[in-house]
């Protein structure tokens, strides 16, 4: 019996054998023929495109690199000093090749990222050939990106869109992403007699069909999940739902809990059960088993239905809401609140529209994960934001009602293509393999749309503008929003390799919010840097900083904080593990005595449905 990816070898000659994988391989290369005609078939017959109604250039590429060649032609002795550095640098490379063929050891000029995973196999060093085609990659690589680096007289955000898509084309490029040049896909080639390749065009043309005619990379076996069942699991209610949000109460695991109930809110961008995924990293339970009454928020994944729904509605349906539910359900007038991401945004703006209601007391403390109020630095995501890219996405939105879930996906994945893109690429369509079964990037692909009134607004006045941080300047529910009027207890996290809010970025409320504040930088990137749960002591964090320092620096609730983050860093303290300890011992007072455990339904609201809800299960 033949079992997929072997060779049949029992009871045949060496000759026989030679034949059979011979005719196997034929046999496979014919099959792979058939899968790539009817992927190409399927893939074209759904790219009809209207050119009237779709920009060629729908990322305003075209203009940003005419303007690099322009630039770099301006100066050719300049092009010419380069061009002379690279094939300095391919003639050194090519008598180091040679050296090694003949039996020389010779040291590599250059070296991949000690995090980069693409070479990991050990003939890209081991076989001369291989670490030739490496190093000339990784040597044009950097030629490249420098030179676009080092053009000057260009505005800083067509520098930056040029480094980001160039980034993007050499990753695309590398030789880890094709065939013929990747000893671990010619590897497996070989010894499955090239079954490899059909079963990666089965999955290529599984994944177009899934994606409605565009490739929809499967990062994971989705089957192997589902909401409810194996994730999302800590037992709630739902009390209360609206057309934007559903808020689940979570029934308590103590005798006793804090009489301050703790609302947490999470971005409408995912789904919220990134802080539930399983027992041991679920952030939800961990508040749960210290005792507190723990709502959460489950936005609504919107259809063409919700499109007119704006900023206004979402702090009207989303958070003014929640506490007025809470109130009902607890008897409790004062909420403490934590908000990730996006629903921190959200969540400082309706502090600022509280205040200006004289409304503060209901908000006893504030906690920000990962969150910007200042999107002046951004980060790479602000080469997505310019006139050009919005109109095109508005254009593309106007057809729906809402901006597609993928969209929104693939746009994280670009930040880190090599490992969200390219690794699954040569996995699932060069290696033929299928995709193995993880919570987290099960997670990451269960996309949610925005309904386009609302992100165009999100992004025009917060990305483009960046009116939050101005007072007075942004309009929400009627009120202009002045963020410097908030004296709240405040809570910041933010973390180290964050590429969706850069934590020198969010380090900016801390200049910003008039109470006491406490900021804490942990290790690690926007998500595992929060979901980072005290019993693994994976990733450390940063405290405080010798306040002595900076006697000079703007005050705030008797605690200086440097106006540069950098100075910041330089002066704090590394603690080890998580920063949920930390978080606990500052929140403590303001948690309120201890009171009778309350269970969902307890008061005015009574349960609708288990957790985590019905709106989480939506996909697109």
């Given amino acids: ?5 072997t060779k049949q070898t029992t009871g045949a000659s060496p000759g026989e054998q030679s034949e059979h994988n011979a005719a196997e391989f034929a046999q496979n290369m014919a099959k792979a023929a ?38 770099l032609m301006s100066d050719p002795v300049k092009l010419w000093e380069k061009q002379f550095v690279l094939w300095q640098d391919y003639m050194h490379l090519w008598q180091n090749a040679a050296h090694r063929l003949m039996g020389d050891e010779q040291a590599p000029m250059i070296e991949p990222d000690s995090k980069d995973k693409r070479f990991k196999d050990e003939a890209w060093e081991q076989n001369a050939v291989f670490d030739f085609l490496k190093q000339s990659y990784l040597l044009t690589a950097r030629w490249l990106q420098h030179s676009v680096k080092d053009v000057s007289g260009m505005d800083a955000h067509t520098s930056r869109k040029i480094d980001f898509y160039t980034r993007q084309f050499v990753d695309a490029l590398s030789p880890s992403n094709f065939l013929v040049t990747n000893p671990e896909v010619l590897k497996a080639t070989i010894n499955s007699n090239g079954e490899n390749l059909v079963h990666g065009l089965e999955n290529l043309l599984e994944d177009i069909e899934r994606g409605n005619g565009q490739i929809r990379i499967s990062m994971t076996d989705r089957s192997a999940f589902e909401v409810g069942k194996n994730l999302a699991l800590t037992k709630g209610k739902v009390i209360f739902k609206n057309d934007l949000m559903e808020l689940i109460q979570y029934e308590p695991s103590t005798k006793e809990v804090f009489k301050t109930p703790l609302l947490v809110m999470p971005a409408w961008i995912n789904k919220f059960y990134i802080l539930d995924l399983q027992p041991e990293n679920s952030y ?42 809470i109130e009902k359900a607890t008897g409790e007038t004062e909420v403490s609140l934590t908000g990730y991401c996006l629903g921190g945004t959200l969540q400082s703006i309706t502090l600022a529209w509280l205040h200006a209601n004289k409304q503060q007391h209901r908000v006893k403390s504030a906690t920000y994960l990962t969150t ?41 994945n670009m930040l880190r293509a090599n490992d969200l893109i390219w690794s699954f690429v040569v996995n699932n369509y060069l290696l033929g393999k299928d995709p193995f079964p993880f919570d987290l990037l099960y997670w990451n692909s269960d996309s949610t749309r925005m309904p386009a009134t609302m992100h165009s607004f999100y992004l025009r006045n917060m990305y483009q503008k960046n009116l939050l941080i101005k007072p007075g300047e942004l309009v929400i529910g009627g009120v202009p929003i002045d963020l ?38 942990a ?98």
């Avoid at 602000?382 to 693939?410: H, P, R």
């Fill in 284 to 325: 939800v339970k961990w508040l749960v088993d210290q005792g507190y009454t723990v709502f959460v928020v489950s936005w609504v994944n919107p259809d063409e239905n919700l499109s007119q729904k704006n900023f206004d509605d979402y702090m009207a349906e989303g958070p003014l809401a929640a506490l007025d539910a």
């Fill in 523 to 620: 290790a690690s990137g926007h998500i595992a840097g929060v979901i980072n749960a005290p019993y693994k002591t994976k990733y450390a964090h940063w405290v405080d900083f010798n306040e002595s320092l900076f006697p000079e620096e703007k005050v705030h609730g008797g605690k200086k904080y440097p106006k540069s983050p950098d100075k910041w860093v330089e002066n704090a303290t590394e603690v080890p593990g998580s920063w949920w300890g930390d978080w606990i011992t500052w929140h403590k007072k303001f948690a309120g005595p201890k009171v009778p455990a309350r269970q969902p339904g307890d008061g005015k609201l009574k349960p609708i449905e288990n957790a985590p809800g019905s709106y989480v299960k939506v996909n697109v």
């Fill in 372 to 412: 910007m109020i200042d999107f002046a630095e951004s980060g790479e995501l602000s080469v997505f934001i310019d006139e050009e890219q919005l109109k095109a996405m508005e254009a593309k939105m106007s057809q729906t009602g809402y901006l597609e879930g993928a969209d929104m996906a693939m746009t994280f």
């Fill in 34 to 71: 058939e899968k790539c005609q009817l992927i190409m078939q399927e893939f074209l017959s759904r790219q009809a495109v209207d050119l009237t109604k779709s920009p060629l250039d729908p990322l305003n590429m075209g203009g940003a690199f005419l303007e690099l060649c322009a630039r």
């Fill in 484 to 521: 410097t009027t908030i004296k709240t207890p405040t809570y910041i996290l933010s973390t180290r390799e964050d590429h969706i809010a850069p934590w020198k970025s969010t380090y900016t409320a801390t200049q910003t919010y008039s109470g006491e504040i406490r900021f804490v930088l």
């Fill in 1 to 5: 019996m033949t079992t997929k990816g």
